[in-house]
């Protein structure tokens, strides 16, 4: 088993910046990418960004290129979500979550274990 454990939400003001982490503990040598996702009330969840845990290679969703930045720390099997210009529309929960092998269902990337999530609220 897997606990990833985030940290790092909260509120702040539109323009501002928030940086996240997620920790993974656990059977962690199984990690082949991490990434983040939101929710805001009333919506789906939606994908953020993700990182390959060798190479580092990322990707990110088209409404946070530029402003968001993943990265990872192998050694502390931690991954961060790096957000500046933080805009209203990106209040929401955030979660990171763990890809153990790879392998895509239905064209998207197959998760198998989640955080708890961590509220993000940007005021305007």
């Known amino acids: 088993q897997v606990q990833l454990v985030e940290s790092g939400g909260g509120l702040v003001q539109a323009g501002g910046s928030v940086r996240l982490s997620c920790a993974a503990s656990?059977?962690?040598?199984?990690?082949?990418?991490m990434g983040w996702f939101r929710q805001a009330p009333e919506n789906e969840r939606e994908f953020v960004a993700r990182?390959?845990?060798?190479?580092?290679?990322?990707y990110y969703a088209d409404s946070v290129k530029g402003r968001f930045t993943i990265s990872r720390d192998n050694a502390k099997n931690t991954v961060y979500l790096q957000m500046n210009r933080l805009k209203p529309e990106d209040t929401a929960v955030y979660y990171c979550?763990?890809?153990?092998?790879?392998?895509?269902?239905?064209?998207?990337?197959?998760?198998?274990?989640w955080g708890q999530g961590t509220q993000v609220t940007v005021s305007s």
């Open positions: 656990g059977r962690t040598f199984n990690i082949y990418a």
């Open positions: 990182i390959r845990w060798r190479g580092g290679s990322t």
């Open positions: 979550a763990l890809d153990s092998t790879g392998l895509r269902y239905g064209g998207e990337y197959k998760y198998d274990y």
